[in-house]
């Protein structure tokens, strides 16, 4: 017999999602603090069609963090430069949070235009990734951070999967939650709960340009991860467990979700054979636990 759904534990956390989701409302209209802070880090994001609306609340989220990043940057292609901003996202602008305007570079807008904009020299502090339609728990950043000191030559995260290869690499739906906070080349970052990347993987991403319009569209965890692993910086996931995310923005409508498209449609194994080069899969056959680089 199936397990009964615990009604009363279920209706809570509906009760304190949207509780938490009217408390960052009520800062966005009535507050006055920065969102930005001392964090040696820029965090970057964007978003698209109707989460336009809500993307507020995650930012509210990222600045109730313990620590707040130097820049905070949204990057937006619906709106051109004469276009109203939402007024949530007004408010945000004058405390501190940039919003500009890019081509279209889908879910590649969340870090392209900023990495493309920099000047290598300038490519000297972590760029910090998040998606749009989570809420983030108050320690997020500073685990990121403490990483990041720890390991400064490591992408960090907090949620990751481990890569599964053979002859080939194996089917996206097979790869496991990961289960280490040691670095390796196998693990894969995935952008939910945020991502860091050290300055090196920026300069890697300057040169490789934009190659991934034809090998991974839509596909940035993919672009991403290839971009590290030949630059040989390995990726770790801060806990040996994966962050725990537990409230999402938007409870319905996330049938524009790439997620739909990408894992169910199982587009993330094409974007993956087309982006890994033989060189690349010879390495991380060959590799798999490998702590070069650190």
């Known amino acids: 017999m199936a397990p009964t759904p615990d009604i009363p534990a279920r209706s809570a956390r509906h009760a304190l999602r949207w509780l938490l989701l009217a408390k960052l409302q009520l800062l966005n209209t009535f507050s006055t603090k920065p969102i930005t802070g001392t964090a040696g880090a820029v965090v970057s994001l964007t978003t698209y069609g109707q989460r336009t609306r809500t993307v507020h609340l995650a930012i509210e989220s990222i600045a109730c963090g313990h620590i707040r990043p130097q820049r905070l940057i949204l990057w937006v292609d619906e709106f051109s430069e004469t276009d109203e901003l939402p007024a949530p996202l007004k408010r945000l602008v004058k405390r501190g949070l940039e919003v500009r305007h890019c081509a279209n570079y889908g879910p590649h807008k969340k870090y392209y235009p900023y990495v493309a904009s920099l000047e290598v020299s300038q490519a000297n502090r972590p760029l910090i990734v998040v998606d749009d ?37 194996l089917p996206y739906s097979s790869w496991p939650a990961c289960r280490t906070d040691r670095p390796t080349f196998r693990t894969f970052a995935t952008g939910v709960g945020g991502v860091l990347y050290p300055p090196s993987v920026l300069r890697q991403l300057q040169k ?55 894992v169910g449609e199982g587009q993330n194994d094409l974007q993956i054979k087309a982006t890994y080069d033989a060189a690349t899969l010879e390495f991380l056959k060959r590799e798999p636990l490998s702590q070069a680089g650190i």
């Open 208 to 262: 490789l340009g934009l190659s991934f319009m034809d090998k991974a569209p839509k596909a940035d965890d993919v672009w991403l991860h290839y971009a590290a692993v030949t630059a040989r910086v390995p990726v770790r996931q801060v806990s040996s467990t994966p962050l725990d995310l537990e409230f999402k923005i938007l409870p319905f409508g996330q049938d524009t979700s790439l997620q739909n498209v990408n």
């Open 133 to 169: 339609d989570f809420l983030y728990p108050k320690s997020w950043l500073q685990s990121l951070m403490s990483s990041y000191a720890e390991y400064p030559n490591v992408v960090s995260c907090t949620r990751a999967h481990e890569l599964q290869i053979a002859e080939a690499i």
